[in-house]
């Protein structure tokens, strides 16, 4: 997908930057994929003019979009991306084998002459669409993925998996960490199919071993939080001489305590 960057010759402009448009098709939509947008004219369902001074206009029309993808395992060839302006996405217009054309949403990292199929057994990649159950759980949310598939990283640690990435594909690092060396919002990184956001992983970069990545900022719990937590599990016996208080260390000392009255 590529940016284009604006001059700043306004105020407006200064620091803009949007998606180019020069990939697009020229021309008009496929009419027979297209229906009339009707409008109300500022009338109710009465008829009534309840809104004045609407009407009139240039015609616009619809571009049907095949959402459901139901002509399975029938590969079809990208013809051309558009412009759809009832819509955020662009849509791409498809040929399929046996010549029918339809529109669909274009994604990202696709481009004209690409093949694109629906079906229970098909490649995970862009374009290609398959039903919810057929789909691998560490595809559920992006991945790092390159078009020859997806990017493996070796390494004992996340962040020497991170500087593993960083070698085999230049300026990934960013695309993965913020400038505080934080796990951006929306990238999801998956240890043997588990969301390292959801493990337990002790870093030697992080002394108290808090969830995520590990190698975070770290605020430990404030000493009245701790009294607090010892107060509510007074009547178990429990008496919390360390930190850092994690859910399994309070069921091992409520499981001692209770070993102990025994």
Known sequence: MALKKYKP???????????????????????????????????????????????????????????????????????RIEYDPNRTPFIALVKYKDGELAYILAPQRVAVGDTVISGEKVDVKPGNAMPLSAMPVEYLTPTIEDRAGEVQADGPSISQGIEDLERRHPGIRERLLDEKGDIRRFVNIYLNGDD???????????????????????????????????????????TIREAPITPPRLVALIEAAKAGKA
């Open 196 to 238: 390292i956001r959801f493990l337990e992983s002790p870093s030697p970069l992080n002394p108290l071993g808090v969830k995520g990545c590990g190698e975070g900022s770290t605020v430990p719990a404030a000493a009245v939080v701790i009294s607090a937590v010892e107060d509510a599990l007074a009547p178990f016996g429990v």
């Open 9 to 79: 010759t306004t105020p407006g402009q200064r620091q803009l930057v949007l998606v180019s448009r020069t990939h697009l098709h020229k021309g008009g939509p496929v009419k027979a994929l297209t229906e009339g947008q009707h409008r109300h004219g500022g009338r109710n369902n009465t008829g009534r003019v309840t809104v004045r001074w609407q009407g009139g206009g240039h015609k616009q029309r619809y571009r049907i979009i095949d959402f459901k993808r139901r002509k399975f395992d029938m590969p079809a060839v990208i013809e």
